[in-house]
Nanobody, 113 residues
């Protein structure tokens, strides 16, 4: 099983990024998929979730700015991040949840002017 995140980088406040998490080795369509983030010195935070059926949920801190989506044909979950703020700076990781949980390695997102 492998989850590989991509799309992180350095952006200025107000800009956008799109993260991807490509899964292999699992029946992707059966899994709920989540994006978490962890900033230095802070606890890991659940940012966004999407169920196998496509229902979504967001942390209050990102509601209205971030959008999670999935493409079951590509075994990929996305996180579209708009109007980025410095406080969004963190390592973003995806995880897959069904009977077991699997985690990716994470991708760094830095928002700075």
């Amino acid at each position: 099983v492998q989850l590989v995140e991509s799309g992180g980088g350095l952006v200025q406040p107000g800009e956008s990024l799109r993260l991807s998490c490509a899964a292999s080795g699992i029946n992707f369509s059966a899994y709920a998929m989540n994006w978490h983030r962890q900033a230095p010195g802070k606890q890991r935070e659940l940012v966004a979730s999407i169920t196998a059926g496509g229902s979504t949920n967001y942390a209050d801190s990102v509601k209205g700015r971030f959008t999670i989506s999935r493409d079951n044909a590509k075994n990929t979950v996305y996180l579209e991040m708009n109007s980025l703020k410095p406080e969004d700076t963190a390592v973003y990781s995806c995880n897959a949840v069904y009977i077991l949980k699997y985690w990716g390695q994470g991708t760094q997102v830095t928002v700075s002017s």
